[in-house]
């Protein structure tokens, strides 16, 4: 199987690692402005760091004052890692009070945050919230047998969205592609409108990463399956749906989760990369059921590998989540967010939906997960192609920009200082690629 990811652009990460690597040399030598910050809202002057935490996209340091009192944490977003530092810490520090007011999840307590230009220590942004004692949970799931039971909580309440949805792919794809803030500063109306500035994404990301193909027909692979992303759109999508929408957290794992040695949840951290999304997102089935991120099972050991390793996980969570929905009294079939789940695998709308918050490895999730389930068996990724993108009403477009990236490439390359040659080359003839019999060739 061919590995149809995008690479990283590595001139960007170059220029970002930098950032990173002065905002960590400047943590290094701030241990007494940093306890200062915190003591000024505990209104003591003992503060003591006493560790440091990094993570994916935050680093952070653990308060201890000799007042008997709770420790807090202190966190930072890491320059480099993070490309939205003031809306990252505004919006998390936001929700956290939300889901501390009006649900029981037990999350932080936020003591206070501030930006960038609020901040003395001169690291930018940062959150104050309480110190939560307990052990990972993906760490206790790879190290023993998972839990009976898995606990789940519902947001209340209806707050205001006056925002961009801020997603962890946008993220990365400026963080590792490349890429501008290309994300408008808008709500959306509709799922058909939100997913639909997506699958644009999807295309944009295409044309602004620099690398993002490696020869002639990579590129018209990644050219047709953007095209037929938005033409099986509409498949796992309502076009009427309207809301309500529901919170979702792009990085929600167990990872994110705190137990004690009961297991009991005693914390859930890391909001960051949460909004109002539409239900399909919330309603499919988990991603993290297997600790991996599902393209890089796909793209190592193939597709069937990863539904013999998924499904397993995904029926056990199942019976989990269906239990716990019959001890809450929740019989109609229709409120069942297991039904909902179960149909997302049948469907494979939750690949769609992954397909969605994964921009950077789409052309995986499709030709392995969605193609031939929506356009019926094909002979070959090249075959589909054909049929899709080499009808004279978009030759031209999809020919002038195959030219239009292969240079693209080659001004990447010579800027990198790689000795390596590529060059535009015309499609194999027709003749050449056999035909399947089946379904028509989709209309795109």
Request: net charge negative.
């Amino acid at each position: 199987m061919v590995n149809l990811g995008m690479d990283f652009d590595d001139i960007a990460l170059e220029a970002i690692d930098s950032r990173r690597q002065e905002l960590v040399k400047l943590a290094s030598g701030s241990g007494l402005k940093i306890a200062e910050l915190a003591n000024r809202y505990r209104q003591r002057d003992d503060g003591m760091l006493v560790s440091m935490h990094c993570g994916s996209f935050n680093f952070s340091f653990r308060v201890n004052w000799d007042d008997g009192g709770e420790d807090w944490l202190i966190r930072f977003p890491l320059p480099g890692k993070s490309m939205f530092l003031d809306e990252k810490v505004r919006r998390e520090a936001w929700l956290m009070q939300y889901l501390a007011k009006e649900t029981t999840i037990p999350v932080p307590r936020v003591i206070a945050y501030g930006m960038g230009d609020k901040n003395p220590t001169g690291l930018g942004p940062f959150i104050l919230m309480t110190w939560i004692d307990g052990k990972n949970m993906a760490d206790l799931i790879k190290s023993k047998d998972r839990p009976d039971n898995i606990g789940e909580d519902s947001v209340a309440g209806k707050p205001v969205v006056d925002g961009r949805p801020l997603t962890r792919e946008m993220n990365e794809l400026i963080r590792t592609c490349g890429l501008n803030d290309c994300m408008p500063e808008r709500t959306y109306q509709t799922s058909v409108d939100y997913i639909g500035s997506l699958l644009d994404l999807q295309s944009t990301h295409l044309e602004q990463q620099q690398n993002s193909v490696y020869s002639s027909r990579d590129c018209r692979e990644k050219y047709a399956c953007r095209q037929l992303m938005k033409a099986i759109a509409l498949n796992f999508i309502p076009p009427s749906d309207c809301g309500p929408f529901k919170l979702f957290c792009d990085d929600l794992r167990p990872g994110n989760i705190l137990v004690d040695d009961s297991l009991r949840i005693v914390g859930v951290i890391d909001w960051e990369f949460s909004y109002a999304a539409p239900s399909q997102f919330a309603g499919s089935i988990p991603w993290w059921l297997i600790l991996e991120r599902p393209h890089r099972i796909a793209n190592q050991r193939g597709a069937e590998a990863f539904f013999q390793e998924f499904l397993p996980k995904a029926t056990l969570f199942l019976e989990a989540l269906e239990a716990r929905e019959e001890t809450h009294g929740l019989t109609e079939h229709n409120s069942r967010l297991s039904v909902r789940m179960h149909q997302s695998i049948e469907n494979k709308s939750a690949w769609f939906a992954l397909a969605l918050h994964a921009l950077s490895t789409v052309d995986l999730i499709y030709w392995d997960l969605l193609d031939e389930y929506c356009w019926g068996p094909r002979s070959s990724i090249a075959e589909r192609v054909h049929r899709v993108t080499t009808t004279p009403e978009i030759y031209k477009a999809r020919e002038d920009f195959v030219q239009s990236k292969i240079k693209q490439l080659q001004e990447y390359y010579k800027e990198l200082g790689v000795d390596l040659s590529v060059s535009y080359e015309a499609e194999e003839p027709l003749q050449s690629i056999p035909e399947v019999k089946g379904d028509p060739a989709p209309q795109v």
